[in-house]
Structure formats: structure tokens, C-alpha cells
């Protein structure tokens, strides 16, 4: 079922083009220098088959809640999905919509130097400026009150949010916001999932900050849970 994704109305990119694609459950706002869109549709029909192929053959890849291992010869989309469900030890649809961001955006960097590709919170970006992002996190007092400051260095991250409160994706906890930083946007979707998980009252976010900075490649963690917040790492935030 479609959710209007009304948090979209504060993206700006003034010097890049915006566009909208949608596949079936897929809805990316993807930001580059031209617009891609037959190029980003194009590649999110293939990496979506790709995902559907393989779970066609394997059920278990759709429906598991805990790490799974992917076969030797399945398409790299699905042998990083379940290798970051490993390392945050989760089912590996967990990290999906992180995969195909990242997927989809590194797909267009054969057309664009910038590229920013957001699916339902979990953003792909690599920029050569300095971007901010916008925290959301429902009926909490911070939504759209924070931002992390993203450093253009033309590295690639990733920055992905899991919630308890907003969105229809499956959380066990009650997390307003569990966001989580990397330089692979995969690992960040599987980790924020994992980490929101955890935080099922604003006692948990001590514990759910340190499970996501145990886990080697997360650069930082933002939870909210109502008008309580908790940071760590490597990340700057600022006030919107």
C-alpha cells in the first residue's frame, strides 16, 4: 500500500535535478546532474527482478527474521543483503531498500558525478558538496528540527532510518528514529533495523547506540525516541 512520503516536501538540491521513479513497492527520489529517470527505472526493474528471481527459488530470503546465507553464484544485490543481515544480525530483506538505493545510485554514476538517491528514509549519496539531511522522526520534537551534516568529499554513504512509529516497514521496537550512518548505505539499512529493534523505551538508547558502534563499518547513530535523544561517532549534527 502506498504511503505519502510528505518529509519529501524539505528535499532541496538546488543545483542538481530531482526526479521520482516508482516500481511496484519502490518509490525512489533520486537527485543527479541531468535527469536519469529512464536510466534509474531501467536499473531499479533489474535490480528488483533480480531480488524476486532469487526469492522465487528461495522463500526463506523473503521471510527469515534472522541472517541467511546466499548462494555462491546469486547476484551481488543478494550477497550483500545477507552479508550486512549478518554482521547486524538480521534477516536480510531488513537491509533492502538500502540495497537498492545504493544499487541504483552507483548504476547512475555511470551518467552523473552526484547522486543522491533516497527509498523511504534510507539514502544513497555520493556529492562533491557538503549536504544536510533532515532527521524525520514522527511526533517527536526533534522531527525535522536536526540535520547531519554529510561531508562532500565524493566518498560514497549511506544513511538510513528505521522506525517503530512511522512507515510500514517492520520494527520490534519503538524507536521514533533509529539512524544510522556508513559508508555502505547496505550495512546502514540492516544495522538502523537491527539497532531500532533494540530501543523499546528511552531506557534502551544507551544500548541501542553501543550495539550499532560495535559493528565495524558504521561511522555513527542518531536515536530518538520521543523527546529523548542519544548520539555517537563520527557525525556532525546541526539544527535545521
Do not use: W
Amino acid at each position: 500500500m502506498y504511503q505519502e512520503r510528505s518529509y519529501r516536501k524539505y528535499m532541496k538540491t538546488d543545483e542538481l535535478v530531482s526526479f521520482n521513479v516508482c516500481e511496484y513497492e519502490s518509490d525512489l527520489q533520486i537527485s543527479a546532474i541531468s535527469n536519469l529517470e529512464e536510466e534509474a527505472r531501467n536499473s531499479l526493474i533489474g535490480y528488483r527482478r533480480e531480488i524476486t528471481e532469487y526469492i522465487k527459488k528461495h522463500p526463506i530470503f523473503l521471510t527469515s527474521l534472522v541472517p541467511i546465507e546466499s548462494e555462491h553464484n546469486a547476484p551481488d544485490i543478494i550477497q550483500a543483503m545477507c552479508l550486512a543481515a549478518r554482521l547486524a544480525g538480521v534477516g536480510p530483506m531488513a537491509a533492502v531498500a538500502g540495497a537498492v538505493s545504493k544499487y541504483v545510485g552507483r548504476h547512475l554514476l555511470k551518467f552523473t558525478d552526484e547522486v543522491i538517491v533516497e527509498n523511504g528514509g534510507d539514502i544513497y549519496i555520493k556529492s562533491k558538496r557538503d549536504r544536510r539531511t533532515l532527521i524525520y522522526a514522527g511526533d517527536s520534537p526533534f522531527s525535522n528540527k536536526l540535520a547531519l551534516l554529510i561531508p562532500g568529499n565524493d566518498r560514497e554513504f549511506g544513511i538510513c532510518t528505521s522506525s517503530g512509529t512511522v512507515g510500514h516497514s517492520l520494527s520490534f521496537g519503538c524507536a521514533d528514529a533509529a539512524v544510522v550512518v556508513s559508508k555502505d548505505a547496505v550495512l546502514a539499512d540492516a544495522v538502523a533495523t537491527a539497532t531500532g529493534n533494540i530501543v523499546k523505551s528511552r531506557d534502551d538508547i544507551k544500548a541501542g547506540i553501543e550495539f550499532a558502534m560495535s559493528i565495524k563499518g558504521i561511522e555513527g547513530v542518531v536515536l530518538i525516541i520521543g523527546n529523548k535523544m542519544g548520539a555517537q561517532g563520527d557525525i556532525k549534527i546541526l539544527k535545521a
